[in-house]
């Protein structure tokens, strides 16, 4: 794709129900992996990829996400009476200065196609745009995934989705590609499904919640109607574009993922993250071995 990637959508409308009770109040982005929400992570990988406008598609029990990047006045206030210096510069560099945030609302949950459909007043059909689901939490040493992903898009002129090898018992909680022979990292999908039996499935090459998708992917996601699940399904849209003329490819990312989106991925995340933390390492690494975390 021609143009840069400057929009980024997060579909936060979600209800988070493997974390209840926690998730009664606490948005499930806001679960801190170490000292940061979910959704820092997620904005930091945007912010990476050159985007300078977000847009997080919420609802009203999302308010925590807009609080957190808004600026927080008292608090800022008493650190600075208090010279707490590195704890004010926290704070304030949760966003860059050029970066802008826009809330949009989903006011029913009705899938992941129709989260990302709410942002296309904002988007427009003509420009790429990325999407990242904030579960899944990438972590690399070099570039983050979406800008790995954007340098593709650009240089191949065309949508990019993310994609990792999952086992093949696991093909129905993903969306799952067939591809042509792969070029390096990358191979252009001909056929995309959403949560396939495994017998169904045609690979076990699964979609990872990053995508870099053409501003035309909107209209196609206004005629989809309800697929897995009962839910409109981003992945039926992607497929009815690869139909169409639409070339997308599916991009194995340098880097781990996280599912945090489960109990078991957030700790390990955690474990990980804490692992690369000077400050924690040792402490951490005595506790894992020990076997008391
Ligand atoms: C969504 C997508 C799916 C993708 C997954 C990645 O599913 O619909 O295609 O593989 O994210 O995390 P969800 O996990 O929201 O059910």
Same mark, same amino acid.
């Given at each position: ?115 990302? #459909? ?56 993903? /969306? ?36 870099? #998708? ?14 897995? /699940? ?11 574009? #690869?139909?169409?003329? /639409? ?17 078991? /991925? ?28």
């Amino acid at each position: 794709m021609t143009k840069p990637l400057r929009k980024v959508v997060f579909p936060v409308a979600g209800l988070g129900t493997r974390f209840l009770p926690a998730t009664k109040v606490v948005a499930k982005e806001m679960l801190p992996v170490l000292d940061r929400p979910l959704i820092q992570y997620a904005v930091d990988e945007a912010v990476d990829a050159g985007a300078d406008t977000l847009i997080f598609v919420t609802n009203r029990y999302k308010h925590a996400i807009a609080d957190y990047f808004d600026k927080a006045y008292e608090l800022e206030a008493k650190l600075a009476e208090k010279r707490k210096d590195e704890l004010l510069a926290l704070v304030q560099t949760v966003l860059p200065k050029h970066v802008r945030c826009v809330f949009v609302t989903q006011p029913e949950a009705l899938g992941l196609g129709h989260a990302v #459909l709410m942002a296309k007043p904002v988007v427009g059909n003509d420009e790429p745009f990325g999407v990242i689901l904030p579960d899944d939490l990438i972590w690399n040493e070099g570039p983050g995934a979406l800008r790995q992903m954007a340098k593709v898009a650009h240089d191949e002129d065309a949508g990019v989705i993310a994609v990792e090898e999952v086992p093949h018992e696991d093909t129905d909680k993903y /969306g799952i590609v067939a591809t042509d022979e792969a070029k390096g990292r990358s191979a252009r999908i001909h056929h995309m499904v959403e949560k396939p039996k495994p017998a169904d499935a045609p690979s076990n090459l699964a979609v990872v919640g990053r995508y870099v #998708l053409p501003g035309r992917i909107f209209q196609l996601l206004e005629e989809t109607t309800p697929g897995a /699940g009962g839910e409109i399904q981003l992945t039926d849209a992607i497929d009815r574009l #690869l139909k169409g003329d /639409g070339k997308v490819l599916a991009h194995r990312f340098e880097g781990t993922r996280f599912d945090c989106g489960s109990k078991v /991925g957030l700790v390990k995340a955690t474990i990980h993250f804490a692992l690369k933390d000077p400050k924690l390492a040792a402490a951490v690494h005595e506790a894992v071995a020990a076997g008391r975390a």
